[in-house]
């Protein structure tokens, strides 16, 4: 039902994949992955049989290269109702709390930071490069490095926006300032991605969107204010994970063994 995505729900495991497919075009963007992204968070969001999503690319030379700049995004002229393409690839713009763990195979730039900004759990490949384009195109670096502020911080931030196209950002270096969290071969990044969002799963839904609910929402308030924030999700969230729990051991579906912790 999608032109530029795939969208693929594992019964099994209660994980949701979806595959951004327009490897032709280094999977840029246009306005129809835009719709339809915002589409597949909604999809994902309201089916109570998805606990959490795993978020990756086709192809083996980019994850993303952001907005397809060959076609046009389609603006309204009226320049005060433009819009901001990132709202509808981003999941927390849409509400969506389900844990997402986001795989970065290749080239990563510009517009893709949007999905990696949004992303709960991000891990990468050994030959993902990341970067941002603007200024090298005569752009304002201006919205994907508020997100990325919160993941690396102000310093790093920085110096991907400022020095544009000359400042290639290696796995091993994105996982030293905190970009991802984890970094495998190839071959094995996107089997690594579904157990780690298999294993999320596995947790109570009521636990892990809770979670990320208040977690997310706590960088736009003060500490005060986040912390009274999130005890009120923990009296409401907690009954009812508790009770998950509870129902997952009566039918003999318990969380599955951890086993050996991964060494990053």
Request: hydrophobic share 30%; no cysteine.
């Given at each position: 039902m999608f032109e530029t995505i795939l969208l693929d729900i594992d019964a099994a495991t209660h994980v949701a994949t979806i595959t951004l497919n327009r490897p032709e075009q280094l999977n840029a963007f246009n306005r129809t992955m835009c719709e339809e992204m915002a589409e597949a968070w909604r999809m994902v969001k309201l089916d109570d049989d998805v606990h959490a999503v795993v978020l990756r690319s086709a192809g083996d030379r980019a994850f993303s290269a952001g907005l397809d700049i060959k076609t046009s995004y389609g603006q309204p002229e009226n320049i005060w109702n433009h819009e901001d393409p990132g709202e509808l690839l981003s999941p927390k713009w849409q509400k969506m709390w389900k844990p997402v763990v986001c795989a970065v195979q290749g080239m990563c730039t510009a517009g893709a930071f949007y999905f990696i900004n949004e992303s709960d759990v991000v891990i990468c490949s050994t030959d993902a490069t990341f970067f941002d384009s603007h200024v090298s195109a005569g752009l304002v670096c201006a919205l994907e490095p508020i997100g990325l502020m919160r993941r690396v911080g102000l310093g790093d931030t920085l110096r991907m926006a400022l020095m544009g196209n000359d400042e290639r950002v290696g796995a091993e270096t994105a996982l030293r300032i905190g970009l991802v969290t984890e970094v495998v071969e190839r071959e094995q990044l996107w089997a690594r991605a579904h157990e780690i969002a298999s294993t999320i799963a596995a947790k109570p839904p009521s636990a892990t969107q809770g979670s990320v609910k208040a977690i997310w929402e706590?960088?736009?308030?003060?500490?005060?204010?986040?912390?009274?924030?999130?005890?009120?999700?923990?009296?409401?969230?907690?009954?009812?994970?508790?009770?998950?729990?509870?129902?997952?051991?009566?039918?003999?579906?318990?969380?599955?063994?951890?086993?050996?912790p991964k060494i990053r």
């Open positions: 706590s960088l736009d308030k003060p500490y005060r204010a986040a912390l009274e924030q999130g005890l009120i999700y923990t009296r409401l969230g907690n009954p009812r994970g508790t009770a998950e729990l509870a129902a997952q051991r009566e039918s003999g579906g318990g969380e599955r063994p951890a086993g050996e």
